[in-house]
T-cell receptor, first 112, second 115 residues
Framework: SQKIEQNSEALNIQEGKTATLTCNYT??????LQWYRQDPGRGPVFLLL?????KEKRKERLKVTFDTTLKQSLFHITASQPADSATYLC???????????FGGGTRVLVKP | DTAVSQTPKYLVTQMGNDKSIKCEQN?????MYWYKQDSKKFLKIMFS???????INETVPNRFSPKSPDKAHLNLHINSLELGDSAVYFC??????????????FGEGSRLTVL
């Protein structure tokens, strides 16, 4: 069955450092992969989308990579700030119109 | 103006009752969803409607019945509530057709507590 794995342990990181989160998937061939941020008590918010033919995508201090051979996406927050503290969810997707299934999320805590 | 709004935000009710959650989106999107987030924070899709037609119906008890009166609204009715239904229910919308990228816009969630 299809599986999406994100590190369930919280990632504690010092302000200014780079946080790297992993999303692994099995029994999937997603056409693209989305990353979302969720703050406590709020709905997830879309951050980035990367397609299978794209190796890397950037948005401000965020960078996402997508390795279809390793079946893995990495999500980087550079120069992290306490305001980046949240849970980050990955969501691979087969094609448009197909259901979007989320990983369990990784909680990031950036300490000043 | 809130893009995806759902009501109520909190719902506390007794086992066996019937309740509804309403959702509206003003983004002009063609697809709407209901997701359930349990106490372990896993976000699971329940239903999806595209242009008022049901396109995704995950393995959900038939006590849960979605209804989409039009493209901008998707309601969720739950009959005979059980303790295990306690969760946060998120409504979301996306544009799948045309130039849509399929990114989901979520509401703030409706926290259902069944006693």
């Amino acid at each position: 069955s299809q599986k999406i794995e994100q590190n369930s342990e919280a990632l504690n990181i010092q302000e200014g450092k780079t946080a790297t989160l992993t999303c692994n998937y099995t029994n999937y061939s997603p056409a693209y992969l989305q990353w979302y941020r969720q703050d406590p008590g709020r709905g997830p918010v879309f951050l980035l989308l990367i397609r299978e033919n794209e190796k890397e995508k950037r948005k401000e201090r965020l960078k996402v990579t997508f390795d279809t051979t390793l079946k893995q996406s990495l999500f980087h927050i550079t120069a992290s700030q306490p305001a980046d503290s949240a849970t980050y969810l990955c969501a691979p997707r087969m094609t448009a119109g197909n259901k979007l299934t989320f990983g369990g999320g990784t909680r990031v805590l950036v300490k000043p | 103006d809130t893009a995806v709004s759902q009501t109520p935000k909190y719902l506390v009710t007794q086992m066996g009752n019937d309740k509804s959650i309403k959702c509206e989106q003003n983004l002009g999107h063609d697809t709407m969803y209901w997701y359930k987030q349990d106490s372990k924070k896993f976000l699971k899709i329940m239903f999806s409607y595209n242009n008022k037609e049901l396109i995704i119906n995950e393995t959900v008890p038939n006590r849960f019945s979605p209804k989409s009166p039009d493209k901008a609204h998707l309601n969720l009715h739950i009959n005979s509530l059980e303790l295990g239904d306690s969760a946060v229910y998120f409504c979301a919308s996306s544009q799948e057709g045309g130039r849509g990228r399929g990114e989901l816009f979520f509401g703030e969630g409706s926290r259902l507590t069944v006693l």
